[in-house]
């Protein structure tokens, strides 16, 4: 198993920044791909940013490219997720999620993902 937690949501003006970080207890982030996603209610759960083991391969959502960067620190088991020129139409809870065993490049689809923050939210005012 792996335990998720996600951290560092907040309430912030349309043009500034926030960075989330995802914590990951138990099982390691060895040889997972690690991805953010985001749900506004009524919509379905978005792609927003995935990275594969151990981070050479990164992959966004076009709405959140050059705005958005994931990351990630393997030997302190946490990924990021750095936003800037945020906008309204970000706001959404923001998950983290973690499938084990994977080489290749990440996947996008949630239903590919194993392991599940709980979510934060962000809230982008304009």
């Known amino acids: 198993q792996v335990q998720l937690v996600e951290s560092g949501g907040g309430l912030v003006q349309a043009g500034g920044s926030l960075r989330l970080s995802c914590a990951a207890s138990?099982?390691?982030?060895?040889?997972?791909?690690v991805g953010w996603f985001r749900h506004v209610p009524g919509k379905e759960r978005d792609f927003v940013a995935a990275?594969?083991?151990?981070?050479?391969?990164?992959q966004y959502a076009d709405p959140v490219k050059g705005r958005f960067t994931i990351s990630r620190d393997n030997a302190k088991n946490t990924v990021y997720l750095q936003m800037n020129s945020l906008k309204p139409e970000d706001t959404a809870v923001y998950y983290c999620?973690?499938?084990?065993?994977?080489?290749?490049?990440?996947?996008?689809?949630?239903?590919?993902?194993?392991?599940w923050g709980q979510g934060t939210q962000v809230t982008v005012s304009s």
């Open positions: 999620a973690a499938k084990r065993g994977v080489w290749g490049v990440a996947p996008e689809v949630a239903s590919k993902y194993d392991y």
């Open positions: 138990g099982r390691t982030f060895s040889t997972a791909a």
């Open positions: 990275s594969s083991w151990p981070g050479f391969s990164t």
